[in-house]
């Protein structure tokens, strides 16, 4: 693994050369302090890094495991006897063991596995056209959180006072992110806001990142404890809550980081719009009820020791779920690609994927 030590932020996922080049990821468990890269040259590394949330968010992983395809073929031939394209489904089928609840992961996945089985004797090419494919899946995200900012910032007010949960940023994705998108472009049309970014227990992914990511963009941002979204709601105006998702269901149930159902209860109580920013590659149609959404289960030591720094008996016994389930009636509005989803149900779902 090569490590550098960068000044200028780069681009959170790039891939370096043609079909015999590499993955080169930040590492965002280092981020705020230390912007480092890691350059992936196996399958191995790219597993890695997803499972270790050197790079994390829904869009970010699938694009990233698309990239980890490709690496497959390198040693394709050399380290086994498997032909390029036996190789490479290995590869999607041991890439898609990483993480369990993000279905943009499957969704890369599976775009890389049709084409691998249209070259099912791993024909020459096999290698460039798989790069083609990991590229079109990056350049594809990147569209589409741009168009989530688009449609998700007609629907905020210039001076408005919006709280999100975990990172839904630039790092997340290929770019803009989905429910920063929206802030983001909200700030490039020249609005005034004000964010509330829960710190996002238990490993701080709204601290270190979303913060991160806002306060590099000049945009107002207050650090809070997951606890104390309530109490703001109570005490402050609040317009809005956005946040991404890492899967909705057929009837708009969004599984996203631990901590967000709890939100959209309180800002119900309080009359809050609830927005979930999301593209169609996070929508999962084949599962209707939120509650058969795999939840992943994390190291215990992230709750009681996260990052090596131990806060409670290392004896105690822990729960972990990274995930948890919105219910669909808590959702005000879906913001897609392709415009707002609202009311959220089965039908209204439905009707968006029909029509575009
Ligand atoms: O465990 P993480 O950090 O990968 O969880 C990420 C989230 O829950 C994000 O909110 C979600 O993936 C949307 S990213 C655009």
Not at 86 to 93: I, L, P, S, V
Not at 206 to 235: F, K, N, Y
Request: glycine letters at 8%.
């Amino acid at each position: 693994m090569t490590n550098s030590t960068i000044s200028a932020a780069p681009a959170a996922i790039q891939w370096i050369g043609e079909s015999d080049g590499f993955l080169r990821l930040i590492d965002q468990t280092l981020l705020p302090t230390q912007c480092v890269t890691i350059d992936c040259r196996n399958v191995e590394m790219v597993w890695e890094a997803i499972k270790m949330l050197r790079v994390r968010g829904a869009p970010a992983i699938g694009i990233a495991a698309a990239y980890g395809v490709v690496l497959s073929l390198h040693d394709a031939g050399r380290h086994h006897s498997d032909s390029p394209s036996a190789a490479a489904r290995t590869a999607a089928d041991y890439l898609a063991t990483s993480r369990p609840t993000a279905v943009n992961l499957f969704w890369a996945l599976d775009r890389m596995r049709y084409l691998i089985a249209a070259h099912p004797q791993g024909q020459a090419g096999l290698a460039e056209k798989l790069l083609a494919e990991a590229r079109a899946i990056h350049e594809d995200d990147r569209l589409m959180c741009r168009a989530i900012g688009r449609n998700g910032a007609e629907l905020i007010r210039d001076g408005a006072t919006i709280i999100t949960h975990c990172n839904a940023g630039g790092l997340a994705t290929a770019e803009y992110g989905t429910a920063l998108s929206v802030l983001f472009t909200c700030q490039d049309q020249g609005k005034q806001l004000h964010v509330y970014a829960d710190e996002t227990r238990p490993l701080w992914q709204g601290a270190r990142l979303t913060a991160w990511e806002l306060t590099q963009r000049g945009i107002p941002t207050t650090v809070i404890c997951d606890s104390m979204a309530a109490h703001v709601m109570q005490t402050r105006s609040v317009d809005a809550v956005i946040v991404g998702a890492d899967r909705i269901t057929a009837r708009g149930d969004v599984a996203n980081k631990i901590g967000t159902y709890a939100l959209a209860v309180v800002a119900k109580h309080h009359g809050v719009p609830f927005y979930v920013a999301a593209p169609s590659s996070t929508f999962d149609l084949s599962l209707v009820d939120g509650a058969d959404i795999p939840i992943e289960q994390r190291d215990p030591a992230e709750v009681i020791a996260p990052y090596g720094h131990r806060i409670a008996p290392s004896e105690v016994d822990v729960y972990n779920p990274a995930f948890d389930v919105t219910p669909a009636e808590l959702v005000c509005g879906l913001i897609t690609e392709r415009g707002v989803i609202s009311p959220v149900n089965r039908e209204s779902i439905a009707e968006h994927f029909k029509q575009s």
